[in-house]
Each structure stands twice: as structure tokens, then as C-alpha cells.
């Protein structure tokens, strides 16, 4: 990935979708990238509201759950994303920092069926996760992202923060604690931002599999087996959320060829090193 006159260019060397949105204003030099996700039903959905000017809310990139990105505002322009924040010392950070929406429903809830997002569709409970959030709250489920989604978002932050020496990767719920919760538990921060910004302070709590371990697609032993387990003795895993005494993990060792797979195992066989 690349950027060419404040666009983004894939790695096929072709820019990536623009739909330019009307909700935007004055020319920015970033400093910031901020990470959201949409609380929408689709990633075309949010494309369609962002690009309203009813909306007057906007942001620079729409990633999909399948990876598939589009771009709404040059990232030299304010996209009204990020609404009354403050973060190091710098107050509205619409006016330093590119947005980017990720395609997720967010928060959910646990209905009588199930999991459901807060407009009523079920949610697979294999894509769900329960915590508190880091600003307070009770525990609820929060939808996961995807690999894709998440492997595409590292690939353009790194693009972004060497193409504009950015200082930090940060979230909706760091510029704004108390008013918002994007992009929220399910969001692996501290991975992203290690990858992308390279600091060493930012260390990932590793644990490891204390036995040969089955993972699952979600929190029980009612869930079926991933086809990649089971995970040998030794394992290094981030732990990504829970649900009782089962655990949302990242798989941090390469397996078949393959690593950061995802998925659940049971709490009692892994421990932090």
C-alpha cells in the first residue's frame, strides 16, 4: 500500500475506491490515526450514512469484514470523525487526525435467541466476546473483527503512519472516554499499535497452552473444534476476551503455516509467562 496525492493505492497498484463524502472541511496535517467501528448492519450501509450529508459525521476509510476498503476523504482534508476529544494535549481531533471505520456492530445484546446487535439481527455467539469495557461498565458482548479486516487495517496503518510520520494509534473510546466505546474490547489495540508504531512499552501479556489443548469456535464445549487444533504443549496465545471461564485467544506461533488464528479454549490450561 501506498499513498499518492493523500489517496490510497493498493497493492495492485490501482486506488481503492472513493466515494467522496460532503462531510468534510478544512486542510489538516495528521498527526493521529483514530480507530472506530461503524455500530452499522454492513460496511455499504455506513458508506451510504457517511457519504449523507444528514449524516455530518464522516470518516477517511471504511474497511469491511471481508478486508475491502474504501476511501471518503483525502487524508489531508478534516473528516468529522472523531466529534469533542482531546488527546495529548490537543483538543478536536478531527482537526489532526485521519479516521478510519471499521464494519462492526459494536456493543450487543443478549436477547431470549441469543446475541443480537442493538437493531435486532443474531449475531453467531462464535463472533462474540464478553468484557468490560476499559472506561467502566458492565460486562456485555461485543462483536469480534475478522482476520481479514483487522491483517488489512495493520497493512494500511502501517502505510499511514510512514507515509505521514503519525505519533500514535488510538481509539474512538482514548480521545473520548465516557462518550464513546469504539472500537472497544474486541479490538486487539495493543497488537495493532505494537505492529504499527513499533514501541516497545506496548507489550502483549503472552500466555501459553500448559496442555495439549482443543480450541473451539466459541465458549463451550457445546462449539465445534477448529480444524487447526489442537494446540500443541507450549502454545503462545493473547488472550482477546472471555466468557466465563473460557477465553477469546490469538494464536501468536506460526501453525500450518499460519498465525494469529483465533478462536477459544478453556481458561484452567493456559498461563502467563
Known sequence: MRVVNHRLIGDNGTP?????????????KPEFLVIHYTAGRSASSSINWLTNKDARASAHLVIGQDGATTQLVAF???AWH???????????????????????PGRLERRVNGWCSTWGDPVDPANVIEARHKNGG?????????????????????????????????????????????????FPMARIRSAVIGREQEVVEVFVTVAVLNIRSGPGVEYEKLAFGPLPLGTRLEVIGESGVWRHIDVLDVLDGDSHRTGWVHGHYIESV
Open 76 to 78: 489531508n482534508r478534516k
Open 16 to 28: 481503492v475506491e472513493f466515494r467522496r463524502s460532503p462531510n468534510q472541511s478544512d486542510t489538516i
Open 138 to 186: 458492565a460486562e456485555c458482548g461485543w462483536h469480534t473483527y475478522s482476520g481479514a479486516q483487522l491483517e488489512t487495517l495493520q497493512n494500511i496503518a502501517v502505510c499511514l503512519v510512514n507515509h505521514y510520520d503519525l505519533l500514535d494509534v488510538i481509539g474512538h473510546d482514548d480521545i473520548a472516554p465516557g462518550r464513546k466505546s469504539d472500537p472497544g474490547p474486541a
Open 82 to 104: 472523531a466529534g469533542s476529544s482531546r488527546w495529548a494535549g490537543r483538543e478536536g481531533l478531527n482537526s489532526c487526525s485521519i479516521g478510519i471505520e471499521l464494519d462492526n
